[in-house]
């Protein structure tokens, strides 16, 4: 065993910090265009022809 200090790994440079940081907002939009597009909690996609003062009665 040695008692010399253990080097220190090299620090993560702000490339890296950015990459991260980007994949985390591509997974978070990824997810949120999921949620809308299945139909989320009250279906905001597809309104009901009840609420469409321009709708065709027929």
Do not use: C, F, K
């Amino acid at each position: 065993m040695s008692n010399e200090p253990r080097p220190r790994p090299p620090a993560r440079d702000r490339g890296h910090r950015a990459t991260v940081l980007a994949a985390l907002l591509l997974a978070a939009s990824a997810a949120t265009l999921a949620y809308v597009l299945l139909g989320g909690p009250d279906n905001p996609v597809e309104l009901p022809a009840e609420d469409h003062p321009n709708a065709v009665r027929g």
